[in-house]
């Protein structure tokens, strides 16, 4: 088999959305009670690719899962933190793809000059309370009974990480367009480097 890790494109969006679309339908992993359309998710990919990662992964030339970052707050204080997601195809769990995307992402993450990361984690979730674990997160606080979602009310957990470590006023943040621009080759390397597993 052979798996690659890249940017995603617009064209993904049918096959980004037939990933997300079970989670949303089936599961509280995600708080969304609709699937969103096309237009609606094609917009998030292009709003949240001008500034943050959102890597595919691909094998055998098929999407099999994707990963991104976003905003976490919007003062703009906030700007050195993200939040991270990560969706694979749900036959395909619990084989590593999950934790190649999650590294692919935090590693891109840190050099644009990101500082910290979360995750938000529906209760219970073994599975992403472990990959949090693997990557050095640590737990940040629980709040129970958060969202309603398939007939129960959910708890979330919040997780932390730092990528940066403070050394007086941060630089400025590259967005991934920048980062794209101006260091490719160490782009392509993670992306490489995440793809061997």
């Given amino acids: 088999m052979i798996r690659r890790l890249r940017p995603a494109r617009l064209e993904d969006v049918d096959a980004l959305l037939a990933i997300y679309e079970p989670y949303v339908l089936e599961t509280a992993i995600t708080f969304e009670y609709v699937v969103p359309c096309r237009d609606d998710f094609a917009g998030r990919l ?15 030339g098929r999407i099999a899962g994707y990963a991104y970052a976003a905003r976490h707050m919007e003062r703009a204080a906030y700007q050195w933190n993200a939040v991270l997601s ?42 992403s309370d472990a990959l949090h674990a693997a990557f050095g997160f640590r737990l940040l ?19 932390g990480r730092s990528l940066n470590e403070p050394d007086g006023a941060p630089a400025r943040l590259l967005s991934i367009q920048e980062l794209n621009a101006l260091r490719p080759e160490e782009v392509q390397a993670v992306l490489r480097r995440h793809s061997a597993g």
């Fill in 46 to 60: 292009r709003h949240i690719g001008e500034e943050y990662p959102w890597i595919v992964l691909e094998e055998d």
């Fill in 86 to 127: 990560v969706y694979v195809e749900r036959g395909l769990l619990g084989c590593g793809r999950g934790r190649m995307l999650y590294g692919a992402l935090l590693d891109l993450l840190t050099l644009q000059g990101i500082r910290n990361v979360y995750g938000c984690v529906t209760v219970p979730n073994e599975a």
């Fill in 141 to 159: 606080g629980e709040f129970p009974a958060s969202g309603y979602k398939l007939g129960a009310w959910h708890g979330i957990r919040w997780y």
